[in-house]
Nanobody, 122 residues
Framework: QLQLVESGGGLVQPGGSLRLSCVVS????????IGWFRQAPGKGREGVAS????????NYIDSVKGRFTISRDNAKNTVYLQMNSLKSEDTAEYLC???????????????WGQGTQVTVSS
């Protein structure tokens, strides 16, 4: 059974940076496209970034373009989300999941991590 475990969240000041990691076990990461999602208190879950199996294609929501970068290291079974220039509105729980890769939207499948909290506050 595929398992995903996120780490790297924390408290950071506005303008700061964090790097989230999603470690995948129970399967070969090369077989999966992965997405990062987030859910803020009182709001629905939204897709933030996704990356294709090969890593050649990525997709981002408009609000994070130019600030967030998704990448993967298949040898380490890990997908990363580098978050720079963080804003208070980025505060949320961040989760990774297997997805069907699309350049237009975010299509999660059924394997999810448990999430890591990111809080952007002064």
């Amino acid at each position: 059974q595929l398992q995903l475990v996120e780490s790297g969240g924390g408290l950071v000041q506005p303008g700061g940076s964090l790097r989230l990691s999603c470690v995948v076990s129970g399967g070969n990461l090369r077989n999966y496209a992965i997405g990062w999602f987030r859910q803020a208190p009182g709001k629905g879950r939204e897709g933030v970034a996704s990356i294709s199996n090969s890593g050649d294609d990525t997709n981002y929501i408009d609000s994070v373009k130019g600030r967030f970068t998704i990448s993967r290291d298949n040898a380490k079974n890990t997908v990363y989300l580098q978050m720079n220039s963080l804003k208070s509105e980025d505060t949320a729980e961040y989760l990774c999941a297997t997805v069907i890769f699309s350049k237009q939207t975010f299509l999660p499948l059924d394997s999810w991590g448990q999430g890591t909290q990111v809080t952007v506050s002064s």
